[in-house]
């Protein structure tokens, strides 16, 4: 937690309607946390790079726009607007040439969902003026920054956010630049990302970028909030930091007793989408049988989460309940906690030999493991959701949790 030190400045209340600019918006988490707040805001501007976002955003945010932006421009004028500001892996943008291959239908889908979404594309084609932030005796603007966390999270590779990296993580510092390109600054900047982003190896980077923020004349609050913590019965930590321009502090929420538990929230009527196939429990079986010969751990086991009883079918009715199982060859162990475990991951590539679990719920369940380390595993039943951490930070917690429509 960091401790800052607002002598004589007055505490921050937004009592202006919200201009709204997302930077890394995705399909719009925020903006729906602030419809969700009944909060009074516009829309106002979009940064987001891959199309099946863009896609998303459009349909959660401007469904009823089925304006044609494109009419009056050709097929040609509309691929050069795209170059360079979309991108379909989420990683790489697409090239000229991959454009090129677009069909004139996906490039006017694609553009008119831009324009309707109020978005410029990738940040990397972004500079101060696109920003247009005028008239802030009127509006609040309240600037999301969200960067990537890939080379940040404890599920990922460690690459780091610094300058000049080229990783996705150091976009943060295109955010950098647009601000000090901007005349006029967003009254308020919003940023959420995995803890590792105030660890060891990340720290002095975003000191770096509170120092940067601190000159421009804003203060910053930053602090690891969970989710457990506010009412949803998951253990998911993340970091939060908050900075207003000018002499004013900020205080972050306090939490509160978790009332909630899994069970609660898991929805009892699921599409049979969701249920198992045969198939695919078929596919499961052959796979533990592989694995059992080389003698390793991995096993999978439907279960109704309370004795352990066998599910076989996989449209047969039971009672929901919340079980993580894991296998240690084959030895199976239950234990009830109050809090979850969380996701533990090797790399991008997959879990490694990190533990798969998966919650209980009704009509479904799949259950996997790949025991860390020496083949250890156990058996716990959670009443709630774990996120994501990496093999590195072993702390006991290590599952993975998937459950019908409440995926992780």
Same mark, same amino acid.
């Given at each position: 937690m960091q401790i800052s030190l607002f002598d004589g400045a007055t505490q921050f209340r937004i009592d202006k309607p919200i201009r709204l600019i997302e930077f890394f918006g995705g399909y719009g988490s925020q903006s729906l946390a602030l419809k969700y707040l009944g909060v009074k805001f516009e829309h106002y501007l979009l940064s987001e790079w891959a199309i099946k976002s863009i896609q998303a955003y459009k349909d959660l945010h401007c469904g009823k726009d089925d304006t044609d932006y494109s009419s009056g421009r050709t097929?040609?004028?509309?691929?050069m607007w795209l170059n360079g500001r979309i991108s379909a892996n989420y990683s790489d943008p697409l090239t000229e040439q991959q454009i090129s291959r677009l069909s004139e239908k996906e490039t006017r889908k694609i553009y008119n969902n831009m324009v309707a979404t109020g978005n410029l594309g990738s940040i990397m084609n972004i500079h101060g003026k696109d920003l247009r932030i005028t008239d802030k005796d009127k509006y609040c603007y309240l600037l999301t920054y969200s960067f990537p966390c890939q080379d940040l999270s404890s599920a990922g590779e460690g690459a780091g956010m610094e300058r000049g990296s080229g990783t996705r993580s150091g976009l943060l510092w295109e955010v950098e630049r647009i601000l000090t390109e901007t005349d006029e600054? $967003?009254?308020?900047?919003?940023? &959420?990302? /995995? $803890? &590792? /982003?105030?660890?060891?190896?990340?720290? $002095?980077q975003f000191a770096k970028w509170l120092a940067f923020l601190d000159g421009l004349g804003y203060k910053t609050k930053w602090e690891i909030l969970n989710t457990k913590d506010f009412g949803i019965p998951q253990n998911r930590a993340r970091c939060f930091a908050v900075s207003v321009l000018g002499d004013y502090y900020y205080e972050m929420p306090?939490?509160? $007793?978790?009332?909630k538990r899994l069970k609660d929230v898991l929805e009892k009527g699921v599409d049979e989408s969701y249920y198992l196939?045969?198939?695919?429990?078929?596919?499961?079986?052959?796979?533990? &049988?592989?694995h059992e010969a080389k003698g390793n751990g991995f096993g999978w086991k439907p279960t109704t989460g309370g004795g352990m009883q066998p599910l076989l079918r996989p449209k047969a009715d039971i009672d929901p309940t919340a079980t993580l199982l894991l296998s240690n060859q084959g030895k199976? /162990?239950?234990?009830?906690? &109050?809090v979850a475990n969380t996701i533990m991951a090797r790399d991008y590539k997959g879990f490694g030999n990190q533990a798969m679990t998966a919650v209980m719920e009704t009509k479904k369940t799949i259950v996997m493991s790949r025991p860390h380390g020496y083949n250890r595993g156990k058996i716990e039943e959670t009443d709630i959701f774990p996120t994501v951490r990496k093999s590195s930070t072993m702390d006991g917690n290590n599952g993975v949790v998937e459950n019908g429509r409440n995926k992780v």
């Open positions: 097929e040609t004028e509309l691929k600054l $967003p009254q308020v900047l919003l940023m &959420e990302n /995995v $803890p &590792e /982003v105030v660890g060891k190896k990340n720290m $002095p306090k939490g509160f $007793p978790l009332k196939s045969e198939e695919t429990i078929a596919a499961l079986n052959i796979h533990k &049988e592989r199976t /162990v239950e234990k009830f906690t &109050e």
